[in-house]
């Protein structure tokens, strides 16, 4: 799988959107981009993936760029729950009765203060 | 309630002792996996099974055992090999239905403490 370089830490204010980058630039035809995150002491949990087209669901938007060498994951409305390590990672994806892996890099620290 | 469950959410064990590590699933999912996490770290793959009574090293499995006897249930076995076992363990699955997605499912963690 392709390596994710993400910011160690970021900041947001309570209610402005936060923009988390990741660099994928040996990214593969056949590998998504899936986002996860960790609040403190507890499981990751996923919030978005995508290949090539930008992606939204009730979580986040993914804008991934024309020649896939990076992306945003965009919290367009920040709150102090959201305090957590975002995870950007890269992998193929699983079909037929191969089941996908994720490798789990040290991601961005995001703080929203108040 | 849906959900995986691991226990219990803290566990301290003298060194040299086996300690098993519990992780229940009751959403029907297929797949399930154990990674471990160091403080300030990412995860890491130690065990992975896709269906029952089947599994695969990850890559960290030296000093860790796994079995997938029943398709609700795969507990991990912190042996006296793993040469340094402290951490948090973390348990996830993943449905059928989910798989072209890698959409994991993750429990809310052991923190494991040999002393």
């Known amino acids: 799988d392709a390596k994710t370089t993400q910011p160690t830490s970021m900041d947001c204010a309570e209610g402005r959107a936060a923009n988390l980058p990741c660099n994928h630039s040996?990214?593969?035809?056949?590998?998504?981009v899936y986002w996860y995150r960790q609040i403190h002491s507890q499981g990751p949990q996923y919030i978005i993936h995508g290949l090539k087209n930008n992606e939204t669901n009730e979580m986040a938007s993914l804008i991934i760029t024309e020649d896939r060498k990076s992306s945003t994951l965009i919290l367009p409305h920040a709150t102090l729950r959201d305090t957590a390590v975002y995870y950007c990672i890269v992998s193929a994806n699983a079909g037929g009765t191969s089941y996908g892996k994720l490798t789990f890099g040290q991601g961005t620290i995001l703080t929203v203060h108040p | 309630d849906g959900g995986i469950t691991q226990s219990p959410k803290y566990l301290f064990r003298k060194e040299g002792q086996n300690v098993t590590l519990s992780c229940e699933q009751n959403l029907n999912h297929d797949a399930m996996y154990w990674y471990r996490q160091d403080p300030g770290q990412g995860l890491r793959l130690i065990y992975y099974?896709?269906?029952?009574?089947?599994?695969q090293k990850g890559d960290i499995a030296e000093g860790y055992s796994v079995s997938r006897e029943k398709k609700e249930s795969f507990p991990l076995t912190v042996t006296s090999a793993q040469k340094n076992p402290t951490a948090f363990y973390l348990c996830?699955?993943?449905?059928?239905?989910?798989?072209?997605?890698?959409?994991?499912?993750f429990g809310p963690g052991t923190r494991l403490t040999v002393l």
């Open positions: 996830a699955s993943t449905p059928q239905g989910q798989v072209k997605r890698n959409e994991q499912f």
């Open positions: 099974s896709q269906i029952v009574n089947d599994f």
């Open positions: 040996t990214i593969s035809g056949n590998e998504y």
